[in-house]
């Protein structure tokens, strides 16, 4: 069986996450939003797994009811870690400390910690470009400036 290979190395899927992805932009932002966001109404930063699933690239996501991104300690990290490892056709291919950090491709999920109480995810959309939903409401960000945090994980969507 030949190896998997990234979902997004298909340009009509790259075109198609992008016109989904950016169709979330100024979402309001709304704490443990979750599985209730949808674009134009409310998101969280776990908002970045619809795009994907609509787009055949991951399977179905079981964000915990209780999820909380800020204030969650480093419990809440593990258990974001946790999802992210069951997500049908989603992996991890980098984590911290390994180095160098491999070359992102459009629909890398990132997987950010602030520190011990804050975490993060954004959706890598190519181009150096980075939309996340952070304190206010989905929005797009240069990827380079998101380096003060601190990048743990990056996930890849791969093909069946």
């Known amino acids: 069986m030949p190896d998997k290979l990234p979902f ?3 340009i009509e899927h790259v075109g198609r996450l992008r016109s989904e992805a950016l169709s979330w932009v100024g979402t309001p932002y709304l704490e443990a939003c979750g599985a209730r966001a ?3 109404i409310c998101a969280d930063c776990t908002w970045i797994a619809q795009p994907l699933q609509r787009v055949g690239a991951i399977g179905a996501v079981d964000w915990p009811e209780r999820y909380v991104s800020h204030g969650g300690g480093p419990r809440m ?3 974001l870690q946790e999802v992210l490892a069951r997500v049908p056709r989603l992996e991890r291919i980098w984590r ?3 180095e160098p950090l491999p070359p992102l491709l459009p629909g890398d999920v990132l997987l950010y910690s602030t520190g011990i109480r804050l975490h993060h995810l954004g959706l890598f959309v190519g181009d150096n470009t980075l939309l996340h939903s952070w304190y206010g409401r ?3 960000a240069n990827v ?3 380096r003060e945090k ?3 994980s990056i996930y890849r969507a791969m093909s069946q």
């Open 138 to 140: 989905v929005d797009i």
């Open 96 to 98: 911290r400390p390994l």
């Open 144 to 146: 380079e400036d998101q």
């Open 8 to 10: 997004f190395l298909n």
């Open 150 to 152: 601190l990048l743990r």
């Open 77 to 79: 990290l593990e258990l």
């Open 38 to 40: 949808r674009p134009g």
